[in-house]
């Protein structure tokens, strides 16, 4: 049940912005490290930024200075926020995160659908 559903990809002119949302729900007893990762047509899955329960964040070193990653502990939701947007920031963005669901003692790791974002003039 548990599961993790994204919004806010679009198309956006370089230089724009955009935010990505990733809520988590399900049975879940913890959510540890969450994140975003992104795949361009012909290229693998790549990361793009994390953020541990406690704040920590990692950043991939071409958008460490534009987007911003966060979550809202309270509503079980991570934030990407992307500034300064390139072409080549093109990609399917996907949620990631580590999840303990209710049944379970375990922590398993969980990606959303993916969502598209487009940057071109």
């Known amino acids: 049940q548990v599961q993790l559903v994204e919004s806010g990809g679009g198309l956006v002119q370089p230089g724009g912005s955009l935010r990505l949302s990733c809520k988590a729900s399900?049975?879940?007893?913890?959510?540890?490290?969450m994140g975003w990762y992104r795949q361009a047509p012909g290229n693998q899955r790549a990361l793009v930024a994390t953020?541990?329960?406690?704040?920590?964040?990692n950043y991939e070193g071409s958008v460490k200075d534009r987007f911003t990653v966060s979550r809202d502990n309270t509503n079980n939701t991570v934030l990407l926020q992307m500034n300064s947007l390139k072409p080549e920031d093109t990609a399917v963005y996907y949620c990631?995160?580590?999840?303990?669901?209710?049944?379970?003692?375990?922590?398993?790791?969980?990606w959303g659908q993916g969502t598209q974002v487009t940057v071109s003039s």
């Open positions: 399900g049975s879940i007893r913890s959510i540890y490290t």
């Open positions: 953020i541990t329960k406690g704040g920590t964040t």
């Open positions: 990631n995160a580590d999840i303990s669901p209710w049944i379970s003692g375990s922590t398993y790791n969980y």
